[in-house]
């Protein structure tokens, strides 16, 4: 237990930093980490639970770019987007589906990468868009926040900006996430409640420090998150097909 403990701590650390940094992929960084020593499901769980605190904390932190009432816009899109998800599997196969999702994501990301400062017009169309196809893959693969942030990185200018939107979203996103992971009694199961604690005690304690090494990178943040987008979206990809 204790050699789980020294792992989780240092999972968390990392998970923390690429979060604070780029404003997204904590459980993108911790789950597949945090997999060597929880079994895959506790690891997701546990994400989930140390997403909200580090959800909140930012909360705070970014209040003034949050736009909550925007947020709400993407998850009843998301909400919609999994409809018509699940309605997709009943003619196609959620592999081939994730395939063929996934190449709009790899030609946005490959070409922020390119071209960092590229930015375009929001609207509710590109809005709606975003958080359909966020549900959609999100039953296909739990995959949900790729689409979203692309599409903030797409349409804000500020580091900030965007950290406050994807900060909006992702709270309402794992506070409805671990409600109804709990209504059905999944937490009820749950047998890494230590790890969980401890992941909590190490996000408070290392926040401030996340927060000065954000800042320390805050002239790349686009490029970096643009790149970090892309090797998740070509390493889910090589999965899916092998």
């Known amino acids: 237990m204790a050699v789980t403990l020294l792992l989780t701590a240092v999972t968390v650390a990392v998970s923390l930093a690429v979060r604070h940094v780029l404003g997204f992929g904590f459980s993108l960084t911790f789950v597949p980490l945090a997999s060597f020593f929880l079994t895959t499901r506790e690891a997701v769980l546990t994400a989930i639970l140390l997403e909200i605190v580090i959800g ?8 003034r770019h949050l736009r909550l009432r925007e947020s709400v816009q993407l998850q009843l899109a998301s909400l919609l987007g999994i409809v018509g998800g699940l309605g997709a599997l009943r003619i196609f196969s959620p592999a081939t589906l994730f395939r063929l999702s996934l190449i709009p994501l790899l030609a946005v990301a490959l070409l922020l990468c390119v071209r960092p400062n590229l930015k375009t017009r929001p609207s509710r169309a590109k809005l709606a868009a975003a958080g359909l196809m966020s549900g959609a893959m999100n039953v296909w693969a739990s995959f949900s926040g790729p689409p979203v942030v692309l599409y903030y990185l797409a349409t804000e200018a500020s580091a900030s900006a965007i950290k406050g939107l994807l ?4 709270l309402l996103l794992y506070l409805f996430t671990a409600a109804g992971l709990a209504f059905s009694g999944e937490y009820g199961r749950f047998a890494a409640w230590l790890p969980a604690l401890l992941g909590g005690v190490v996000i408070t304690v290392l926040f401030p420090l996340s927060r000065n090494l954000a800042g320390a990178v ?6 970096l998150a643009a790149g970090f987008l892309l090797l998740v979206a070509l390493a889910a990809l090589v999965k899916a097909l092998y």
């Open 167 to 170: 900060t909006g979203y992702f």
């Open 56 to 63: 909140l904390l930012l909360a705070v932190e970014l209040r």
């Open 218 to 223: 805050e002239p790349w943040f686009r490029r």
